[in-house]
Nanobody, 125 residues
């Protein structure tokens, strides 16, 4: 049974914005780090952003700093990734993931135990 579900992907023009959502069932996201990763065609999966259980503790890859923002809505058990100023280089499948029993983020995909199915983001004119 799926525990994480991403949504919000789609086709957007360069310079546009999207907001991705990661909704959880059977996992309380408030008590686990949540990471956003992406995988472009022919490339390895890479970390985009992560939010730990400590308020204000967030990580962003250099490539998205100043453009992307991660946030939590604990009432909805959802983590968001607001993506602004998108460029074709942001085109990828975006995944959210959690690492249960830990409080801190990690930049390594292998450190995350639960993954969603991914949502496609395509930036093109």
């Amino acid at each position: 049974q799926e525990q994480l579900e991403e949504s919000g992907g789609g086709l957007v023009q360069p310079g546009g914005s999207l907001r991705l959502s990661c909704r959880a069932t059977e996992i309380n996201l408030e008590y686990t780090p949540v990471g956003w990763f992406r995988q472009a065609l022919g490339k390895e999966r890479e970390v985009v952003s992560c939010v730990s259980t400590t308020v204000g503790s967030e990580y962003y890859a250099d490539s998205v700093k100043g453009r992307f923002a991660i946030s939590r809505d604990n009432a909805k058990n959802t983590v968001y990734l607001q993506m602004n100023s998108l460029s074709p280089e942001d085109t990828a499948v975006y995944y959210c993931a959690t690492r249960l029993t830990f409080h801190r983020c990690s930049v390594l995909a292998g450190d995350f135990s639960n993954w969603g199915q991914g949502t496609q983001v395509t930036v093109s004119s």
